[in-house]
């Protein structure tokens, strides 16, 4: 079945710091690809999504590109914030079996000032 | 646009009893999906529901069941609780095809 490796936390950076989650996946199909982000005590919010081989997903300054060769969807972001401190989750979906998420299970981040 | 919301925000409940919790799904979404996050870990899909009947179910007992209503909202069911049953519970909301999944904020239940 379909399922999601990301690496483990927790992640501790200073402030301007570069961040990297590695992510990989194995799929049957051919998946999109998420990254949702949960502050404490939330809900996920979707941060970023990439459906086919080597799109680019964007957003908040955070980037991430669908490798199919490599089945990775690293997170990147050149310079984070103390507001960046979260749980980041590495997700794929799969039209196959009517798009349900697998998730991995989850990068906590922790950006000191 | 009203987004995804969730009831209760938290609950108390214990073992052998049935709780229901309740979705609200974003304005216009056809589809629900719930999940459930045990502590410290990634959400496990539990099933989803489309025009009112389920479309899909992940690795979870009978006695996890659900509903979705004509305009679109869900409850969860759990029938006899287990302690294991103590989680984060997330409810998302999606058009039906389309691959992303908007979520509420969760209900927390804790079995005791």
């Known amino acids: 079945g379909d399922s999601v490796t990301q690496m483990e936390g927790p992640v501790t950076l200073s402030e301007e710091a570069f961040l990297t989650i590695n992510c990989t996946y194995t799929a049957t199909g051919y998946p999109s690809l998420f990254w949702y982000v949960q502050y404490p005590g939330e809900g996920l919010q979707l941060l970023l999504k990439a459906t086919k081989a080597d799109d680019k997903g964007s957003n908040k300054g955070f980037e991430a590109t669908y490798r199919k060769e490599t089945t990775s969807f690293h997170l990147e972001k050149g310079s984070v914030q103390v507001s960046d401190s979260a749980v980041y989750f590495c997700?794929?979906?799969?039209?196959?079996?009517?798009?349900?998420?697998?998730f991995g299970g989850g990068t906590r981040v922790l950006v000191k000032p | 646009e009203t987004g995804v919301t969730q009831s209760p925000t938290h609950l108390i409940k214990t073992r052998g009893q049935q709780v229901t919790l309740r979705c609200s799904s974003q304005?216009?979404?056809?589809?629900v999906s719930w999940y459930q996050q045990a502590l410290g870990q990634g959400p496990q899909f539990i099933f989803q529901?489309?025009?009112?009947?389920?479309?899909g179910r992940g690795n979870f007992p009978p006695r996890f069941s659900g509903l979705q209503f004509p305009n679109y909202s869900s409850e969860l069911n759990v029938n006899a609780l287990e302690l294991d049953d103590s989680a984060l519970y997330l409810c998302a909301s999606s058009f039906q095809g389309v691959s992303e999944q908007y979520f509420g904020p969760g209900t927390r239940l804790t079995v005791t």
């Open positions: 529901y489309y025009r009112e009947e389920e479309n």
């Open positions: 997700a794929l979906s799969d039209r196959a079996a009517g798009n349900k998420l697998t």
């Open positions: 304005s216009g979404h056809n589809t």
